[in-house]
């Protein structure tokens, strides 16, 4: 499938607009893979603008869940009338690109992408790219035009990918945390943990979408690799090792329907029943009850336990497939060789309590991190019986 993309080029006919000389060049190009995700049901996205942020997502090799999260951060899918013309910093529209002010000028700027589509694109002229859908609330007559929905959209998707590096952004992973990071122009700041918030907003959405496809009343069916060791996908979600028990699947189930949650001390207590859509009271999760909710979703534990609690669950040990680390401050599990913990170890530190921390999949190798960097103490190794 090819796209016509407007490109910058170095040497080029001479185009007058306006009274300016610029040099541009239009071609046709690959589109390389594209976005292979899709926003399916089961989100708060409003329906009108779905297909917009899957085909500029597929467009552009952007993950839609970010850039619909996005547009709810920057403007409450349009809601918020103030959006619709420039605040002070001069930033404006869906997802709110700045026209040169305070805020800079991303509308006219060029981002050089690498990859399948490598190439420089101007923000402004992304729409280009996809064929424009026939009909969507605050369509305008001309383009580009900042006020119109696709047409901010599209160069939104492009002005992220040229926050890291021109890369694509097909999943909800370390690369998209940085991209809504050079988005916002900080992480967080004081009041606003701005990528934080965005990402796990995209994450829960994500899941969501995955449990009203996967029939609701369980956990959302996951993928499964071979072998008895169980993998980490782009998405930050478990993949089940076909060779392992059902409980086993059942746990790391369970613990995708809350990756993506932030931490919350003392979050999460009175949900543990809630396996087919998590509404942990506080708003996220803690250790300890994150670690109770994947066993509550395996029918290992009835009600969340805090990590003193955890100390004495089940049979003494490491098991085979599972293990629980515990002690008197902190709780994590090791589920056929990954890890479902609060604190971040890869691919970088995130202490509990700071931004972005919360429930989260890692590799098996952060085991003995968290144990050397824990301050409390020795952890008391434990396991579900026969596991």
Request: proline share 7%; net charge negative; aromatic share 8%.
């Amino acid at each position: 499938m090819n796209r016509t993309v407007l490109l910058v080029a170095v040497a080029a006919p001479f185009v007058a607009v306006a009274g300016v000389v610029t040099v541009v060049l239009l071609l046709t190009q690959p589109t390389g893979t594209g976005s292979l995700t899709t926003i399916g049901p089961g989100s708060p996205i409003p329906a009108a603008y779905v297909p917009l942020f899957n085909e500029a997502g597929r467009a552009w090799d952007v993950n839609p869940y970010l850039l619909a999260s996005e547009a709810d951060q920057e403007s409450a899918f349009y809601t918020d009338t103030a959006a619709h013309t420039p605040n002070s910093a001069d930033c404006v529209g869906f997802v709110q690109l700045c026209l040169g002010g305070a805020g800079g000028d991303s509308w006219d700027s060029t981002v050089t992408l690498v990859g399948p589509e490598a190439g420089s694109v101007v923000v402004k002229d992304a729409y280009r790219a996809a064929a424009r859908p026939s009909s969507y609330p605050f369509q305008t007559s001309s383009h580009p035009d900042f006020a119109d929905t696709w047409d901010n959209l599209m160069g939104a998707a492009v002005f992220l990918r040229g926050k890291v590096g021109g890369r694509a952004i097909p999943n909800l992973d370390e690369t998209a945390y940085q991209a809504a990071c050079g988005y916002f122009g900080a992480c967080s700041t004081a009041g606003v943990a701005y990528a934080p918030t965005v990402l796990t907003r995209a994450r829960q959405w994500a899941s969501e979408s995955a449990l009203v496809a996967g029939g609701g009343g369980q956990p959302a069916p996951i993928g499964t690799v071979s072998g008895e060791t169980a993998r980490i996908n782009g998405q930050g979600q478990a993949l089940a090792p076909s060779g392992a028990p059902a409980a086993v699947q059942e746990i790391l189930a369970g613990g995708n329907l809350i990756t993506g949650f932030p931490y919350v001390y003392g979050g999460g207590y009175s949900a543990a029943s809630e396996t087919t859509r998590p509404q942990p009271n506080g708003g996220g999760y803690d250790c300890a009850s994150s670690v109770s909710y994947a066993l509550h979703a395996a029918g290992l534990l009835s009600s969340a336990e805090n990590s003193v609690a955890l100390e004495s669950y089940g049979s003494s040990g490491p098991g085979r497939w599972v293990t629980i680390y515990a002690n008197n401050g902190h709780a994590f599990m090791e589920v056929a060789g990954i890890v479902l913990n609060t604190a971040w170890y890869a691919p970088r530190v995130i202490e509990p309590q700071q931004p972005a921390s919360g429930p989260r999949w890692q590799p098996g190798s952060t085991v003995a991190l968290q144990i050397a960097g824990d301050s409390i103490g020795t952890f008391t190794e434990r396991h579900p019986p026969g596991l």
